[in-house]
């Protein structure tokens, strides 16, 4: 089956403890996005990949980091610098840069 | 500065009762019109993209429809496996920026 899978679906984070989100498609498609999603707000773009080995920051892209070293992953870091990291993340992925988005199942996580 | 606005925020309807959900913009060149489902806890689920107005999509009981201000996805005789949030995205300006709505959470009673 083809598809986007993120995890893990429930993460905690200590103070000060950078953590890690999975994100893998085999769709082979080229695009890649990481999106958070809070109560009460639209989803909200913190970086994106047009291609292998590029990324560019979003909307909201202080205090993550991302990187894309194969087409298939699009792994995102939330450092410590982020303060307010409770949240659902979601990752998705497109055939070519900004066409339909697809979306993976996200990941929760919550701050100890 | 662009903005999309999905009405109402909820919406409790009786199974069977139709109606429809608004999504409306004010963006500068519009390249394309996203409608997703969200069931509680899960990823959106991707259900239609238009283009251009007058261009109309139907699946089982949705159909989205578009104008040159407005989208509405219309629900046809709702089951309460309809539940769910429904977003709307749009896809406009010289980056082809993509900009999500807040959603409108939908609740079927059987």
């Known amino acids: 089956d083809g598809g986007i899978t993120q995890s893990p679906k429930y993460l905690f984070r200590k103070e000060g403890q950078n953590v890690t989100l999975s994100c893998e498609q085999n769709l082979n498609h080229d695009a890649m996005y990481w999106y958070r999603q809070d109560p009460g707000q639209g989803l909200r773009l913190i970086y994106y990949?047009?291609?292998?080995?590029?990324?560019q920051k979003g909307d909201i892209a202080e205090g993550y980091s991302v990187s894309r070293e194969k087409k298939e992953s699009f792994p995102l870091t939330v450092t410590s610098a982020q303060k307010n990291p409770t949240a659902f993340y979601l990752c998705?992925?497109?055939?070519?840069?900004?066409?339909?988005?697809?979306f993976g199942p996200g990941t929760r996580l919550l701050v100890l | 500065e662009d903005q999309v606005t999905q009405s109402p925020e909820a919406l409790r309807l009786q199974e069977g009762e139709s109606s429809s959900l608004n999504c409306s913009y004010t963006v500068s060149g519009l390249r394309g019109l996203f409608w997703y489902r969200q069931d509680p806890g899960k990823g959106p689920e991707f259900l239609f993209t238009?283009?251009?107005a007058g261009e109309e999509k139907e699946k089982e009981r949705l159909k989205a429809t578009l104008t040159k201000k407005e989208s509405f996805l219309h629900i046809t005789a709702p089951k309460p496996e309809d539940s769910a949030t429904y977003l709307c995205a749009v896809q406009a300006g010289r980056d082809d920026k993509i900009i999500f709505g807040k959603g409108t959470r939908l609740h079927i009673l059987p």
């Open positions: 238009l283009y251009s």
């Open positions: 998705a992925s497109s055939p070519g840069f900004q066409e339909t988005q697809y």
């Open positions: 990949s047009q291609i292998v080995n590029d990324f």
